[in-house]
């Protein structure tokens, strides 16, 4: 097909599919759906593919995960020919792979770059997706895949004044692509989650001086990063395609070790001694030492104990390692961590903690901070305060479903849809890694594939007998949202206010949406809905004079 011109244009064009974001889950879509021959569009608001990890170019950037496990497995070419050279690979390695596999797949020429969609909005009566963008674009696709990711629109503190701030403001999410110095500078950063530990570490021993304002303190995990040994590489891929196996069975959806064993089952002594164990392999080890850390509270807090008396041994200053020690929700409950020297950072100098519950922060001035106690001067400030998670990227869009149903009405008191991957009233409307499916619990890209192939699967399905339009029933949504609720009541993820749970955005609606089961019983749940011909949990528009194209 010939791609839409990268120049606005006012002329509707009609396409099979329309895909909107160029990340993990938009990439793939752009490369399965093109190889089934189908007219497809990409849009991406950034100037190229990448997703979160184009936006996100912040010092110390780096993912979470294993490298091998954190890629594209659907291609053994791919596989093959590209070779990492981290355990845990930084930013920009994870830029090039992602330019590397788009090249390698040409996929840039079905991608309409520095484009944002505005609206979607349902034709019923034709059966066909209206998409306009800022461009001018408007385009009519049979099919519109929601590729935008469970973190992908950044968010401001809630903290008076950031306009009238007269020094850098920098934002993780959207981080410069020209070299920052810090060189000298009095920096603040505002936020400890993943993202702000990743700064700090880096920012610090560079600043002339760094003051860190934390609100609440995060449990970081040693990261142990090593390189990648060409023999090891060597094994990997010889075994990628048991590997994928292996994460595609996994609770994760990746090829972390996850063990049965309950905390409780061994001695105190033995328990002591895998936690050391853990803490010394470094990554995410610890999270599955033991098979009950997000349901046993008891087990949970041993754990955590442990973590705190880590943390005691790393800071010099008591005082300052009693500030940095978590305490008054699960280890585990907001997003694990992983870190080189965070706590080590704190023994600088000129690394200042600010503690915002004893100290709080009352307004951004125009030369820094005020707090409680007064004025905090700086040259630099950064905001490491992360996304309007899981729905914020949907609700940027206005997307009208049938009878006028918009999805901002429709998640009005909080996410609501079957699978994560499509919504009652809204027919042959897709969501890649979408809330209410695994999301932010497993490896993204092992969903991402997932999710793809299960929407490739039901296009073809509806090819095949006939269809124009899906859409799940009420009862399926319903009795799904009753799955993931009663689900998420065993978690202790809902001990902890975090974007998990939407408690960071102001007014936004409270609750674990997210499928808390494992990747396999999720995918059992993805086999499921397709038996018998797609008719236990959907309804079908078949083709009609005025549908056909």
Known sequence: MTSISQNSSTATRRLDVVIVGAGFGGMYAVHKFNAMGLKIQGYEAGSDVGGVWYWNRYPGARVDLPSIDYSFGFSPEVEQEWTWSEQFAAQPE??????????????????????????????????????????GDVVEAT????????????????????????????????????????????VGVIGTGST???????????????????RTPSFTMPMRNVPLEPDYVAEVKRNYAGLRESARNSPAGGIRPASTRAFFSVTPAQRLSLMEDAWKQGGLAMLGTFSDLLVNEEANEHVAEFVRGKIGEMV???????????????????????????????????????????????????????????????????????????????????????????????????????????????????????????????????????????????MRHMSATGQTAMEPTAEAEDGWMKTVAALSQRSLLNKAKTWYLGANVKDKPQGLSMFTGGFPKYREYCALATQDGYRAHFTFDPVTGSASS
Not at 389 to 400: C, E, F, P, R
Request: proline letters at 6%; glycine letters at 8%.
């Open 94 to 135: 994870l830029l090039r792979y992602i330019n590397f596999v788009a090249d390698r797949l040409d996929l840039r020429r079905h991608i309409q770059f520095n484009t944002r969609v505005t609206s979607a909005e349902w034709d019923d009566a034709r059966q066909v997706w209206v998409v306009k963008t800022d461009q």
């Open 143 to 186: 099919y519109c895949i929601m590729a935008t990711g469970p973190l992908s629109i950044p968010k401001d503190p809630e903290i008076p004044g950031i306009g009238r701030f007269k020094g850098e403001l920098l934002r993780a999410g959207r981080w410069p692509h020209q070299p920052v110095s810090y060189a000298g500078k009095r």
């Open 196 to 214: 702000g530990i990743q700064i700090v570490q880096e920012v610090g021993p560079q600043a002339g001086e760094l003051f860190v304002f934390q």
């Open 316 to 458: 010099k200053d008591p005082v300052t390692a009693e500030k940095l020690k978590p305490r008054g929700y699960p280890i585990f409950a907001r997003r694990p961590c992983l870190d080189s020297s965070y706590y080590e950072t704190f023994n600088l100098p000129t690394v200042h903690l600010m503690d915002c519950n004893e100290d709080p922060i009352l307004e951004i001035t125009d030369k820094g901070v005020r707090t409680q106690s007064g004025e905090v001067e700086l040259d630099m400030l950064i905001f490491a305060t992360g996304y309007d998670g899981l729905t914020g990227a949907m609700l940027a869009v206005d997307v009208q479903g049938r009878d006028g149903l918009r999805v901002s009405r429709k998640w009005s008191e909080g996410a609501r849809s079957y699978l994560g991957i499509m919504m009652a009233g809204f027919p042959n409307l897709f969501m890649t890694t979408g809330p209410n499916g695994p999301a932010a619990l497993a490896n993204i890209i092992r969903i991402s594939e997932n999710d793809v192939d299960w929407i490739a699967d039901a």
